[in-house]
């Protein structure tokens, strides 16, 4: 209610041009930023909108970016946030600089805190493998604190982009390819980086990016147009940012592409129509990279004035080291092409979270040297990173029990080009890389084996893998081992910002090597065990196949050696499921298990006219929400509470969860629901509701999920939300291929 009040009071202001809109929340505060932006100049009013970075690109440096004295203008009161800056002593050095500056208006300094900051958690899509809400949240509560205490007051993080092509290096750094999912998860993100509120010592604001439809970029490349319905816009794409400002996400960010031809960062409909107005968000929205200045070579600005125009028209507040405002937004205010109430309004977006942050009393309240030492040096930081490493890896095969691995094992050989690796296992965007600081898999194992039990370990290559000379050495080491583990895949910087890739196999002769030591392993009895680490999911069907089991290890961070080998010994008994379809081809993609039906299905129409390929099955690798324990689950019992929903009423839906097992486990129950007749066509089934659940051997637990008017709703042809009357299906499993226990129910007029 509060939010649509001021939405409209900032609405209202614009209208009247010359009177000021109120901000944010809070009334205190509002006036306070009413009363500052009076006495603001037209070009201190630009500044709060120029954001410029302070060393450590992470996106091309212009000529403007070269030739600005930052700190000259920082003084002069024309900067009002500085990006990539990470310590107390860098930042109470810049916000001196701006003290001396005519308001002393404090910077805001922001920083891509992304899973970590000293002490690194997995690549955000392993953590999304956990499905462990508050481990997730707990996650970026930490990464948080950490960053807060350093003087960074602001993360471009969470990125929500649903992305369904693993070609797109970006994939790593959200939460996969589902809507409801990624929803949960961009929720617990938020509320993890900003803890109890703005203001806190341990929070800092968090962004929603991109904002929106950027990882669907066509063909996987990195930066390219996305065209898509709007319905599948807002019912997929979309989904994520919502729950992001249901949150109360402080920020947005929108993105590098186009969408449907209109470069997001000048699009009024995403920015100003759905954002501001339809959900009444009333946070900063920022550009990207350079992304204002970029829109000229979209071709949809003639030059950087005529893109910072477009851009701050369709509600971009913040130019992100694009100097595309700095150098024109003044001028465009004189001559009437940006009117003051935009401009004015921009403004106070950005002043209001200073304010809220509490920067006008105190401008060093985040940089204090002591309170840094002692935040980044606690232990229980580095412990957390272990707990979500764990949780979040997925056992997607164990033929014959192959594991867990017992500790009494004479001799482990550990293979591979990431068998001792560190830097690598941190993944891209790290903020302090020290591989030191990392445990590899081959000191993990070696912790954890009982006392003269041997672990060796032989590279065979190195991660391009282009020179096979090591792979002989890595079959004789075979000889010798009772066990073979293979630890193959992709290295820290092969996922992340523009790193897309045209093949997504095993890099370079990975497979090769796999399969000579495999041949040996095998030919001598010995169970073979492939871990896999990677930002995205990979192409290594052949591998998969022959291997005994597979465990899905991501880039788990600092402490990743030790929760690959908590796993493989069973100390901990993995609980991961595939936030992301891992396809069997590249020439599946883009696969995943949420797709609508064709009038041809397969084997239901015969396969000669039917919609399939000729070389390949149509089911994935391992799908979507595919994930094993050392223990096994049986569902049973399943009882509706009616077979008939009506009005606002509401269905529940239970079932017995059994471990049936011999260890304790955990599984992740999925609701998966179906509209089987619509509109306009529904998916075959959508995840509408998981719970993760620990049971002991031989326990169950009675589960149960709420069905209401609201999960049944969609957007119509004309965008229109809600539900359509009639027989639903529902089904509840262990994975989107694995469902165990199936019911209809009616929704009535
Ligand atoms: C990325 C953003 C990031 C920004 C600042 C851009 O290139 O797309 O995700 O937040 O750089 O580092």
């Not at 998860?185 to 938020?190: D, E, F, H, L, S």
């Not at 229109?720 to 129910?745: C, V, Y």
């Amino acid at each position: 209610m509060k939010r649509t009040l001021t939405f409209l009071a900032v609405l209202a202001a614009l209208s009247t041009a010359c009177s000021l809109p109120a901000y944010g929340a809070d009334a205190a505060i509002a006036a306070r930023v009413q009363a500052l932006v009076q006495q603001m100049t037209l070009e201190e009013k630009v500044g709060q909108l120029n954001q410029v970075v302070a060393s450590g690109l992470t996106g091309p440096e212009s000529a403007e970016s070269k030739n600005v004295d930052k700190r000259a203008a920082i003084k002069a009161g024309q900067v009002g946030s500085v990006l990539t800056v990470k310590s107390v002593r860098e930042t109470r050095e810049l916000q001196q600089l701006a003290m001396q500056s005519r308001l002393k208006i404090p910077l805001l300094f922001a920083l891509d805190v992304i899973h970590g900051f000293k002490n690194v958690f997995p690549v955000p899509l392993g953590e999304a493998a956990s499905w462990d809400m508050q481990a997730i949240e707990h996650s970026a509560r930490i990464a948080a604190t950490e960053a807060a205490a350093s003087g960074v007051h602001w993360t471009f993080a969470p990125m929500v982009d649903i992305a369904r092509d693993p070609r797109w290096g970006r994939v790593m750094e959200g939460a996969g390819e589902d809507a409801f999912l990624g929803s949960a998860i961009a929720r617990a993100r938020v509320k993890g980086f900003q803890g109890k509120g703005l203001g806190q010592l341990d929070s800092v604001m968090a962004t929603a990016k991109h904002f929106a439809g950027y990882g669907a970029a066509l063909a996987g490349r990195d930066y390219q147009a996305v065209d898509m319905s709007l319905q599948q816009l807002h019912e997929v794409y979309l989904p994520p940012f919502k729950a992001a400002v249901e949150a109360g996400v402080a920020s947005f960010m929108n993105s590098f592409n186009t969408l449907n031809g209109i470069p997001a960062t000048g699009n009024a409909m995403l920015q100003k129509d759905i954002l501001r107005q339809q959900w009444g968000f009333d946070g900063i929205i920022i550009s990207d990279w350079q992304s204002v200045a970029e829109m000229v070579r979209h071709g949809f600005a003639a030059d950087l004035g005529d893109a910072a125009a477009r851009a701050i028209n369709a509600g971009n507040n913040i130019d992100m080291e694009g100097y595309a405002y700095s150098g024109n937004l003044a001028r465009l205010v004189r001559e009437g092409k940006v009117s003051q109430g935009t401009l004015d309004a921009a403004v106070g977006y950005v002043l209001t979270k200073k304010f809220e942050l509490g920067l006008f009393d105190d401008p060093y309240r985040y940089s204090d040297a002591a309170r840094e030492q002692a935040v980044l040096n606690d232990p229980s930081h580095r412990a957390a990173t272990r707990d979500v490493a764990r949780k979040s890896m997925v056992l997607l095969k164990n033929d014959n029990d192959a594991l867990p691995l017992t500790k009494q094992v004479r001799s482990i050989a550990l293979i591979g080009p990431l068998a001792d690796a560190r830097r690598d296992l941190e993944g891209a965007w790290t903020v302090y890389s020290d591989p030191e600081h990392v445990v590899s898999l081959a000191d993990g194992l070696r912790g954890h084996v009982a006392k003269g039990s041997r672990v060796t370990v032989t590279q065979g290559c190195d991660i391009a893998c282009t020179d096979t000379r090591g792979f002989a050495a890595a079959v004789k080491a075979v000889r010798a081992a009772d066990v073979v583990v293979l630890a193959l895949g992709e290295g820290f910087d092969y996922t992340g910002e523009a790193r897309s890739y045209t093949s997504i196999d095993l890099p370079g002769r990975q497979a090769q090597l796999f399969e000579q030591v495999r041949a040996a392993a095998h030919a001598a009895g010995k169970p073979v065990v492939l871990v896999m680490l990677a930002g995205r999911p990979l192409i290594f069907a052949d591998a998969a196949a022959k291997a005994d089991a597979v465990l899905y290890a991501w880039l788990p961070g600092t402490e990743g050696g030790n929760a690959m080998a908590d796993v493989l010994f069973g100390d901990y008994n993995p609980s991961g499921k595939l936030p992301i379809t891992i396809p069997r081809s590249l020439g599946q993609v883009p696969i995943f298990y949420s797709y609508l039906n064709t009038g041809r299905p397969v084997p239901e129409v015969e396969a000669l006219y039917g919609s399939a390929y000729r070389d390949s099955p149509n089911t994935p690798l391992y799908a979507f929400g595919h994930g094993l324990s050392y223990t096994s689950f049986k569902y049973d019992n399943l009882q509706l509470s009616s077979t008939r929903l009506s009005g606002n009423d509401k269905l529940t839906v239970s079932f017995d969860l059994h471990n049936s097992g011999k260890r304790a486990g955990e599984e992740v129950v999925q609701l998966y629901l179906r509209d089987p007749v619509a509109s306009i066509a529904r998916p075959v089934k959508e995840l509408k509701g998981f719970r993760k659940l620990s049971l002991e051997p031989g326990r169950s637990e009675r589960v149960s999920f709420e069905i209401d008017r609201d999960l049944l709703s969609f957007h119509h042809a004309d965008l229109k939300w809600g539900a359509e009357a009639g027989r639903f299906e529902l089904m509840i499993g262990s994975a989107s291929d694995d469902i165990r226990l199936e019911a209809n129910f009616e929704l009535a007029d």
